[in-house]
């Protein structure tokens, strides 16, 4: 049963950092991996889209990665700003059945 | 182009009651998914369609039915709610492509509180 983790569930960081925010699923049998961000109360926006066949995508500050044999993946971000502040979460479609798997995502917080 | 729309944006039940929840997905777009999130369990994975047809379908009790019309609105329903089926409830639609869906856009929710 594929699993998807964020690690860590919340994160702080001062105005101006670089960042990396973690998702690892336990099977690489999939076709696609996005990442979203959720504003409180909100829906979801998709960020970044990376198919199975793809390494990464870039987007303005963010680079998502893909490594799908260690089952891992990574969204950067540049130069982070008090608007990035936002839960990010990241999901999985897996190959077997075509349903998505979501991670319970990284709360991140930039400090002014 | 307008987004994912939904409605009602909030709702409140008693225990026992049933809920229809609509979505109207982006103009050109066939599939529609719906998502549960709560606290505890985050996102999961309702049901999708595909030309009024159920495509796919999580883990959830008989108690959660869906439907596609042929405009490509969509209506959740949940019948005998209990307390926890309190929850954010997501809809979001996306292009078919080769058989296999591409970016999903998310609607605002719907927030239902059972009591």
């Known amino acids: 049963k594929q699993e998807v983790t964020q690690i860590p569930a919340a994160l702080s960081v001062p105005e101006g950092e670089n960042l990396v925010l973690n998702c690892s699923f336990t099977?690489?049998?999939?076709?696609?991996l996005q990442w979203f961000r959720q504003d409180p109360g909100k829906g979801l926006t998709s960020l970044l889209l990376i198919q199975s066949s793809q390494r990464e995508q870039t987007s303005g500050r963010l680079n998502a990665s893909l490594d799908k044999s260690s089952g891992r993946s990574t969204l950067y971000i540049a130069a982070s700003q008090p608007g990035d502040s936002a839960t990010y979460l990241c999901a999985v479609r897996e190959n077997r059945d075509d349903k998505i798997i979501f991670g319970k995502g990284t709360r991140l917080h930039i400090l002014p | 182009k307008a987004g994912v729309t939904q409605t009602p944006r909030y709702l409140i039940k008693t225990r026992g009651q049933q809920v229809t929840l609509s979505c109207s997905p982006i103009?050109?777009?066939?599939?529609v998914s719906w998502y549960q999130q709560t606290p505890g369990q985050g996102l999961q994975f309702l049901f999708e369609?595909?030309?009024?047809?159920?495509?796919n379908k999580g883990n959830f009790p008989g108690r959660f039915s869906g439907r596609q019309f042929s405009n490509s609105r969509s209506e959740m329903n949940v019948s005998t709610l209990e307390l926890g089926d309190s929850a954010l409830y997501l809809c979001?639609?996306?292009?078919?492509?080769?058989?296999?869906?591409?970016?999903?856009?998310f609607g605002p929710g719907t927030r239902l509180t059972v009591l």
């Open positions: 979001a639609s996306s292009l078919l492509l080769a058989g296999v869906t591409d970016t999903q856009y």
């Open positions: 369609y595909f030309s009024e047809t159920q495509r």
């Open positions: 103009s050109g777009h066939r599939s």
């Open positions: 099977d690489s049998a999939i076709y696609n």
